[in-house]
C-alpha cells in the first residue's frame, strides 16, 4: 500500500496555495499550506514534512532561508516554485540543497509530476539504505563513504555530509569508476526542467572532497562527455 507524504506548501498567494494542496491531496498526498515564512519556518521545527514546496517571494522573508533550514535534513525533498527565473535563483536554490526548480508561471500536473518523481528518489534511497544487511561503505582516495548516513569521512577526521541528490550522483560515480558518465546517465529518472543540476551538485561535491575544487583530482570533468571518478574504489563491509 502506498504510503501517504506530507507536504508543506508555502506561497504568500492564497489561490496558488490552495490549488497546489488540492492537486496534491487528489493525488493522495496530505498537504498543508503556510502563507508567509514565519508559520513555516515554526511547522519545519515542530515536524519536518516528506516534501517542501516554497515560493521565494515570501512577504517576511526569502523563501531561500527555508531551504537553508532544511540543508541538514537529508530525509526532507525540496522544490523551489517561484517568479524569479534568473540563472543566479536557480543556481543559488540547488546550490542550498533544492532538488528542483519550477518557475511560474506553471502546470499544477507538472508540479505533482515533479513532486512525485523528488518523493520517489527519496524513498529510493532510503530503501536502499535500508536493504544493505549490514551496508556496505566505500573507500576512495583518502575518503570514505557511508551511505546508510550519507556522510563522508576522510583520514584526517574531516567529516561531511551530503543531500540525498549530492549522495545519490556520488553513488553513480562510484559504482562506476574510471569510466565516463554523462549527464544524461547521471540525470536518469530526474524529471527536472534545468539541466545544470548535475553541474551544480557537482561543484557541491567537489568542495567537499577535493583540496582544491578549481583543479579536482578526485572527479574530473571529460568536457563534451560527463565526468569520472579518477581513482578506484574499494567496497567493504565494517
Given at each position: 500500500?502506498?504510503?501517504?507524504?506530507?507536504?508543506?506548501?508555502?506561497?504568500?498567494?492564497?489561490?496558488?496555495?490552495?490549488?497546489?494542496?488540492?492537486?496534491?491531496?487528489?493525488?493522495?498526498?496530505?498537504?498543508?499550506?503556510?502563507?508567509?515564512?514565519?508559520?513555516?519556518?515554526?511547522?519545519?521545527?515542530?515536524?519536518?514534512?516528506?516534501?517542501?514546496?516554497?515560493?521565494?517571494?515570501?512577504?517576511?522573508?526569502?523563501?531561500?532561508?527555508?531551504?537553508?533550514?532544511?540543508?541538514?535534513?537529508?530525509?526532507?525533498?525540496?522544490?523551489?516554485?517561484?517568479?524569479?527565473?534568473?540563472?543566479?535563483?536557480?543556481v543559488l536554490g540547488l546550490e542550498?540543497?533544492?532538488?528542483?526548480?519550477?518557475?511560474?508561471?506553471?502546470?499544477?500536473?507538472?508540479?505533482?509530476?515533479?513532486?512525485?518523481?523528488?518523493?520517489?528518489?527519496?524513498?529510493?534511497?532510503?530503501?536502499?539504505?535500508?536493504?544493505?544487511?549490514?551496508?556496505?561503505?566505500?573507500?576512495?582516495?583518502?575518503?570514505?563513504?557511508?551511505?546508510?548516513?550519507?556522510?563522508?569521512?576522510?583520514?584526517?577526521?574531516?567529516?561531511?555530509?551530503?543531500?540525498?541528490?549530492?549522495?545519490?550522483?556520488?553513488?553513480?560515480?562510484?559504482?562506476?569508476?574510471?569510466?565516463?558518465?554523462?549527464?544524461?546517465?547521471?540525470?536518469?529518472?530526474?524529471d527536472t526542467g534545468f539541466d545544470?543540476?548535475?553541474?551544480?551538485?557537482?561543484?557541491?561535491?567537489?568542495?567537499?572532497?577535493?583540496?582544491?575544487?578549481?583543479?579536482?583530482?578526485?572527479?574530473?570533468?571529460?568536457?563534451?562527455?560527463?565526468?569520472?571518478?579518477?581513482?578506484?574504489?574499494?567496497?567493504?563491509?565494517?
Amino acid at each position: 500500500m502506498k504510503t501517504q507524504k506530507m507536504i508543506y506548501v508555502v506561497d504568500d498567494e492564497t489561490d496558488i496555495c490552495k490549488l497546489v494542496c488540492m492537486e496534491l491531496e487528489r493525488y493522495g498526498h496530505t498537504a498543508r499550506p503556510y502563507h508567509n515564512g514565519t508559520q513555516a519556518y515554526y511547522a519545519l521545527k515542530q515536524h519536518k514534512p516528506d516534501l517542501l514546496i516554497v515560493d521565494l517571494g515570501l512577504p517576511d522573508m526569502d523563501g531561500l532561508n527555508l531551504v537553508r533550514q532544511l540543508s541538514g535534513y537529508c530525509e526532507t525533498g525540496v522544490i523551489i516554485l517561484s517568479g524569479r527565473n534568473t540563472m543566479a535563483d536557480r543556481v543559488l536554490g540547488l546550490e542550498l540543497g533544492a532538488d528542483d526548480y519550477i518557475s511560474k508561471p506553471f502546470d499544477p500536473r507538472e508540479l505533482v509530476a515533479r513532486a512525485n518523481s523528488v518523493l520517489r528518489r527519496l524513498e529510493k534511497m532510503a530503501t536502499w539504505q535500508l536493504s544493505e544487511r549490514p551496508p556496505q561503505q566505500a573507500r576512495f582516495g583518502n575518503w570514505n563513504f557511508n551511505p546508510a548516513t550519507l556522510t563522508l569521512s576522510n583520514e584526517d577526521g574531516t567529516l561531511e555530509n551530503l543531500s540525498t541528490a549530492e549522495a545519490e550522483l556520488l553513488l553513480s560515480l562510484l559504482k562506476s569508476p574510471k569510466q565516463i558518465l554523462s549527464r544524461e546517465q547521471l540525470l536518469k529518472e530526474r524529471d527536472t526542467g534545468f539541466d545544470r543540476c548535475i553541474d551544480v551538485r557537482m561543484s557541491r561535491i567537489r568542495k567537499k572532497l577535493e583540496a582544491d575544487p578549481t583543479s579536482p583530482r578526485l572527479i574530473k570533468t571529460v568536457y563534451g562527455a560527463g565526468y569520472m571518478l579518477a581513482t578506484d574504489v574499494k567496497w567493504y563491509t565494517p
